[in-house]
């Protein structure tokens, strides 16, 4: 906050804070809350919160659209020097990111600034998970033009990007970005009190009662002062175990003492015991473990992670391409499944992966995808995308067959009857 609220451009102090930090520690919660706060001070230009399990937020590609769109949003008269922008050059949004975002973001805020000089122009932008940009080198082309752009000293906007501390993304922040212009800010276990994740637990009563209103049995469960201390320090800093638990508990229809009490007698194995993920994926393996049906699970969750909006099985077979959001329907044309069964069987997942009123799905944390890719890691779950798309092609062409039989039943019974 003392970053993002300076209004006075000083050429020494850095225009853009790397805000950084281990999955699941709250990163993304701290991004929105900051985003929410400036923009109650009139101090938010724009967001953009990359989601890996989104299409249209994992790629670099609609960053300075979006960008430009918000601001023209927030300052009206700004459409117009972007739509000129667009007129100058109508093949502006092919060309790489740097361009873009000077010729969309950067001229049209400076030539508006120059007639407007009384005006107050907002000047933070937070990029929030940029490592769930898909392509490591389009996260280093993000940094480094927003770095260009920095070190050039013709604007005051200030850039917070949010994300873990990839190794890819040290190297550029150490390697190729002078000190002068970023400012690095750690999210680690120094800056994590387990007494915040304790009083997140304490706090979560009285939602568990609204989903559980008849069971009375839950007030001797909790609050359970042994019970929270063993979450707190089983959760090892990460915010996303508590949160993961909390959300478990509240849909399970079990007694939720006794969910809990299942939960705590979770033991890794002693060859996985500190590892910082090994209690999170102790959960979600116990999550999957009461699945009824784990072929259709993976195939299911196979279809989300991996299938493009085209359903396009040659494409490249790599877990680092963009994936589509799914949809129920979507889901049920292509694994042959009746109405609502998509749902019951996402039902199952919850709260790893979920869907709206509107039928679309998502995955709701990028450690979910991660597990699911390690084998190491899920064990008897993980998800081989060769292994997916030859189940779901297969399906497909049992469909085909059946319908082809089909036709062909009622054709001889047609010609049958003349």
Request: aromatic residues 8%; proline residues 5%; glycine residues 4%.
């Amino acid at each position: 906050m003392e970053w993002a609220t300076q209004k006075t451009v000083n050429t020494k102090d850095p225009r853009i804070l790397w805000f950084y930090g281990g999955p699941g520690t709250g990163k993304s919660a701290v991004a929105q809350t900051l985003a929410e706060t400036l923009h109650s001070q009139n101090l938010l230009l724009a967001t953009f919160f990359f989601s890996r399990t989104d299409s249209t937020r994992n790629t670099i590609n609609p960053l300075a659209a979006t960008i430009a769109f918000q601001i023209g949003t927030i300052i009206p008269d700004l459409q117009k020097l972007i739509v000129k922008a667009l007129d100058n050059n109508p093949r502006l949004m092919n060309e790489p990111f740097e361009a873009q975002l000077r010729n969309l973001v950067l001229q049209p805020l400076a030539e508006f600034t120059t007639d407007n000089e009384t005006i107050h122009i907002p000047h933070v932008i937070i990029l929030d998970g940029l490592d769930e940009c898909f392509d490591p080198e389009m996260q280093r082309q993000i940094i480094i033009s927003l770095a260009g752009v920095a070190k050039s000293g013709e604007h005051p906007l200030r850039v917070l990007i949010v994300s873990r501390p990839e190794d890819h993304l040290k190297d550029v922040f150490n390697t190729r970005i002078p000190n002068t212009i970023v400012h690095r800010l750690a999210l680690d276990g120094s800056c994590i009190s387990d007494n915040d994740i304790q009083v997140f637990l304490q706090d979560q009563p009285d939602t568990i009662k609204q989903a559980h209103p008849k069971r009375d049995s839950f007030d001797k469960g909790w609050p359970n002062p042994t019970a929270i201390e063993q979450l707190v320090r089983r959760s090892h800093g990460q915010f996303i175990h508590a949160s993961m638990i909390i959300k478990y508990v509240v849909s399970s229809s079990a007694n939720p003492a006794g969910c809990l009490d299942n939960i705590l007698g979770l033991r890794c194995r002693l060859e996985d015991e500190g590892m910082l993920s090994s209690e999170l994926d102790l959960l979600y393996r116990y999550i999957l473990s009461s699945v009824k049906d784990i072929e259709m699970m993976k195939t299911i969750v196979g279809i989300i992670l991996f299938v493009d909006p085209d359903y396009d099985f040659f494409a490249r077979l790599t877990s680092s391409q963009p994936s589509a959001a799914q949809t129920l329907p979507g889901i049920e044309m292509l694994v042959g499944l009746n109405r609502g069964q998509a749902a019951r069987h996402i039902s199952e997942l919850h709260p790893m992966v979920q869907y709206d009123n509107d039928g679309n799905i998502f995955v709701s944390h990028a450690t979910i995808t991660e597990f699911f890719h390690d084998y190491n890691r899920s064990k008897s779950f993980h998800l081989d995308k060769k292994h997916i798309l030859n189940t779901l092609v297969d399906r497909c062409l049992q469909v085909i067959r059946n319908g082809m039989l089909y036709f062909l039943s009622k054709w001889q019974y047609m010609t049958a009857s003349l």
